[in-house]
């Protein structure tokens, strides 16, 4: 009677059962892979919005402070988009006759909102405050990047909790001092560039950052890391 | 039993994208300024109810609002609240965030945004109507714009508006003190330097640094 399988299937029934273990982890790792990638996580990807605003225009072209616009990112969780009110502020007067800018003037005339795509959107069960971490001395762009050299708007983080953690797991390293939060060139101290405050001079971010954090009451990373300091 | 064979992989797959629902990321409740289907307006932002007096909002002091003389339409030449460091400290950084787009950190009117097109740039802060205006008269028109300039009620708070009043009056000092009047022990500011133009207005550059032929040329 002939054999029903080859002789080489023994050798490949081996390495298939010892190889599931490595099978089954690569997928794990590429699931992984995936949900931490922009193609989830949406990092680094510009949305359409209704008026391609570029906030590289209007806060390094023209020097604008962050809160001209987003005027409540001081006292409350939420930053603020501005009304149309605010945009008519300068375009009554410059770029009035712009077609870029048509649904600005229409949202004015109709008195309807702009519906803007909501660029940096946390799950809902999350609890975020901005005013916290301003009065911490967490700077706008440490979560936000570069976005005086953004001219579409994207988000910069992935806002997966592991990147959150990054830094409740060690404040002191993302600190600055309260004066230089919505400073968008801000750099870490280094012997070249030190950072003065208080009549000291700190020329590295270990000491800055661990002045910050017993200056401005940081609370400790037991107390941050807590589930409930986000899930509440 | 074929006929489950071909169903249960099929199951498998439904099952398993069943947890790709985003119910919990995506709660049934309004984040700020969120979209409603339910107002005809579509925000669910709602304006309060016209009357509404929010809490310690309720306007009292008719001075700390309006800055006109209780009574009168005259603006006052007096602070609702006493003047400390901390005040114009806070007035600094109100102004350089809201006003010095057009009036510059100077306050001399040379700010960026006017230079974009607008048909006038504002008046600087230190002419000699704007030295003798009084004090209530800056928080009015902070608080009700004047000609091109619009009102800035929404975005800054009274108290805030009050303490960029402030402010500007330190600059007003600033700009036109003499030595005697800097206290004793402070340190006298170096002079000014000469500026071609108007400081500000653009590519001004101090005389002293400016390329010119003066230059002492190279020993050769």
Redesign the interface.
């Known amino acids: 009677m002939a054999q029903i399988f080859h002789r080489s299937t023994n050798t490949i029934s081996r390495a298939t059962i010892f190889g599931a273990v490595f099978i089954v982890a690569f997928l794990f790792w590429a699931a992984a892979q995936v949900q931490r990638s922009p193609y989830v996580t949406y990092a680094g990807v510009v949305r359409p919005q209704p008026v391609p605003f570029s906030h590289q225009h209007h806060v390094a072209g023209l020097g604008i402070d962050c809160r001209y616009c987003h005027t409540s990112v001081e006292e409350s969780r939420f930053a603020g988009i501005p009304p149309t009110k605010t945009c008519m502020n300068c375009h009554a007067q410059v770029w009035t006759k712009a077609s870029l800018l048509e649904p600005v003037r229409e949202s004015l005339r109709t008195d309807k909102s702009l519906v803007w795509t909501r660029v940096n959107d946390l799950p809902d069960f999350v609890y975020f405050d901005h005013s916290i971490h301003i009065h911490k001395g967490v700077g706008c762009d440490t979560c936000h990047g570069p976005v005086d050299r953004m001219p579409m708007m994207y988000n910069y983080g992935s806002l997966l909790m592991e990147w959150c953690l990054n830094c409740h797991r060690a404040p002191e390293k993302n600190l600055r001092p309260r004066e230089q939060v919505f400073n968008m060139r801000y750099q870490q101290p280094s012997s070249d560039n030190p950072v003065l405050l208080d009549g000291r001079s700190f020329s590295d971010q270990d000491s800055l950052g661990t002045y910050l954090v017993t200056k401005y009451k940081v609370r400790t990373v037991a107390d941050i890391t807590s589930c409930d300091t986000c899930h509440r | 039993m074929a006929d489950l064979r071909k169903i249960a992989p099929l199951g498998t797959a439904v099952l398993l994208l069943a947890g790709c629902r985003q119910d919990?990321?995506?709660?049934p409740?309004f984040?700020?300024?969120a979209?409603s289907d339910f107002y005809t307006?579509?925000?669910s932002a709602r304006p309060p109810v016209e009357g509404t007096v929010a809490r310690g909002d309720l306007r009292a002091d008719s001075y700390l609002y309006s800055g006109m003389i209780p009574g009168s339409d005259t603006p006052g030449e007096y602070m609702p609240f006493p003047v400390n460091e901390e005040v114009l400290a806070r007035g600094r950084e109100r102004f350089?965030?809201?006003c010095?787009?057009c009036h510059s950190r100077l306050g001399d009117g040379n700010g960026?945004?006017?230079t974009?097109?607008?048909?006038r740039k504002p008046p600087s802060f230190h002419i000699d109507r704007l030295r003798k205006a009084p004090l209530g008269h800056f928080f009015d028109i902070i608080t009700h714009g004047f000609g091109?300039m619009?009102d800035y009620a929404?975005?800054i708070a009274p108290k805030d508006r009050w303490a960029i009043v402030a402010y500007i009056r330190a600059l007003q000092l600033s700009q036109n003190a003499s030595a005697d009047q800097i206290p004793r022990g402070q340190a006298m500011p170096s002079p000014m330097p000469k500026f071609r133009g108007d400081p500000g207005s653009g590519a001004t550059l101090p005389e002293s640094a400016a390329p010119s032929k003066a230059q002492p040329e190279e020993p050769k």
Do not use: C, E, S, W
């Open positions: 919990m990321h995506n709660q409740r984040k700020p300024l979209k307006d579509l925000r350089n965030i809201y010095t787009p960026i945004v006017p974009r097109g607008f048909a091109i619009p929404a975005q």
